[in-house]
């Protein structure tokens, strides 16, 4: 956005998000300045998340706390046109923005990349129906006191307008930087199981949303197929689960090559023969829109997706792949088989297919220009109240 005439600064935390502690280079206290492409980070203090739990509320809390208080203070000589809250779970991260907003006297655009509550009970977090029902209740207040609210899937529009009353909503779908729709000129290390079979990626988190079970049933449907290989690439809480449990079963057709850094991804996704995301069988993942999907749509290679709902319908769509229900272990065992009987000229149009519908809608530099747009419209609106 600095080239376009914005002047940007960040108020977050400390890293510590897969792996549940604070990273190297930076202490869990105190706060911290830096810069990031010039762009003024600031950091307060977070309790790190460690595996979930307790210590998941916690780590969501002192954020709360912290980014409101010491955030406020960190930023207390500066003015601001318009606060914006990318807001994937938890969606409490906004308390802060609204608390600075209101100090401010700015305007808070809100973009909702989660639904809560509905998201804690479906990962099982929380199903105490009398503290979900607060969090609700917290929702709608933040919902409400909100200038704008984005969605990033046009079918979050229905559950969101139920508790935001009057506050505006727009469809402001996620993309992803354009180097993933390019040729990749960085060499990256070698995986196992990817280039040397017919690969399927599965790239990103890796936790109890994503139902990845059904990889595991799926590649124990295919073992009789020995160039044919699943390789599971990233980090959760459900990976450790996959491991052991491809152990138990003796499967010599999944990979666990861990984390790499996110400019080595369309180096891998490129590489492989298709893509692969899944989700849970839950309500809410039918209107929920992975943002991996344009990612893997900007690749332009084949598709796999195990899910129900907004992101499947994008992929059928753009006739960038194949669909399957969500949990369907023997569709997806099927639609791996699908694609692997094409010819690689199919293959290549089918990714062609999914290239050409991210440069239509989800085009990275267009949807920032959207974004800056977005920023003045709200900031005149404010103005003229």
């Known amino acids: 956005m600095q080239n376009r005439g914005v002047e940007l600064e960040i108020l977050t935390g400390k890293p510590n998000y897969p792996e549940g502690k604070v990273y190297d280079g930076y202490r869990s206290m105190g706060c911290q300045k830096g810069q990031y492409k010039g762009i003024v980070v600031n950091r307060v203090p977070i309790f790190p998340r460690g595996r979930g739990g307790i210590r998941l509320a916690i780590n969501y809390f002192s954020f709360v ?157 295919l073992t009789e197929y020995k160039d044919i290989s699943f390789v599971v690439m990233g980090d959760g809480s459900a990976r450790e689960w996959m491991v052991q449990e491809a152990e138990r079963r003796g499967l010599s057709n999944i990979f666990f090559p861990g984390r790499f850094p996110v400019e080595l991804m369309p180096s891998f996704m490129q590489k492989a023969s298709a893509l692969l995301v899944t989700l849970a069988d839950r309500p809410i993942f039918a209107v929920t829109v992975p943002n991996k999907i344009q990612a893997y749509l900007a690749a332009g290679r084949p598709i796999i997706a195990c899910l129900n709902g907004e992101g499947a319908r994008i992929v059928a769509e753009a006739r960038a792949g194949v669909t399957v229900h969500a949990e369907d272990a023997n569709g997806l065992a099927e639609a791996v088989l699908y694609l692997y009987r094409k010819t690689a000229a199919e293959l290549e149009q089918v990714g062609r297919n999914g290239r050409e519908y991210y440069k239509r809608n989800f085009e990275h530099e267009s949807l920032v220009d959207q974004l800056v747009m977005i920023m003045h419209s709200v900031q005149k609106t404010r103005g003229a109240v």
């Open 65 to 221: 706390f912290f980014g409101a208080f010491l955030g406020a203070w960190l930023v207390r000589k500066k003015n601001f046109d318009v606060i914006f809250v990318s807001a994937p779970s938890p969606i409490l991260q906004a308390i802060p923005a609204l608390f600075i907003g209101w100090l401010k006297g700015c305007p808070v655009v809100l973009w909702v990349q989660d639904l809560w509550p509905e998201s804690l009970s479906a990962t099982g977090y929380v199903n105490n129906p009398a503290a979900l029902k607060l969090v609700e209740y917290v929702v709608r207040l933040i919902y409400r006191h909100t200038d704008l609210i984005l969605i990033a899937s046009a079918a979050f529009e229905k559950p969101v307008q139920a508790l935001a009353g009057g506050t505006e909503i727009r469809y402001y779908p996620n993309s992803v930087d354009d180097s993933f729709a390019k040729p990749s000129d960085l060499t990256p290390p070698t995986v196992i199981g990817l280039e040397e079979r017919f690969s399927i990626l599965f790239a990103g988190n890796i936790g109890t949303a994503q139902g990845v079970e059904v990889i595991i049933e799926a590649a124990s449907l």
